[in-house]
């Protein structure tokens, strides 16, 4: 990893990539109920809040640790996220 604006980018544009999955499944879906759809979209908007809060963090000791660390629960949660995604 590069620096942080690298890691505040990755974290935008995988988050932003799986509410945009929801949205088109809404959109060819338009028939089922999006209520799980939507609670899809708002648990990623947490995940985004909560990982965004954890980057701006000043007092940490091992920064190189506390932002592989970070990168690593974007992907868990990412993929938690997607898998959510293709069970609607």
């Given amino acids: 990893m590069a620096n942080v604006r690298d890691l505040k980018k990755d974290i935008n544009y995988v988050l932003g990539d799986i509410i945009e999955a929801v949205y ?7 028939d ?22 954890k980057v701006n963090q000043k007092d940490v000791e091992n920064k190189k640790k506390h932002f592989k660390a970070i990168n ?3 992907e868990e949660r ?4 997607i898998e959510k995604i ?3």
């Fill in 86 to 88: 293709n069970a609607l």
């Fill in 24 to 30: 088109i499944w809404e959109l060819t879906n338009a």
């Fill in 78 to 81: 990412g993929r938690k996220l």
């Fill in 32 to 53: 089922k109920d999006n209520k799980k759809a939507e609670a899809i979209i708002d648990e990623a908007i947490v995940t985004f809040d909560d990982l965004i809060t």
């Fill in 72 to 74: 690593t629960e974007l």
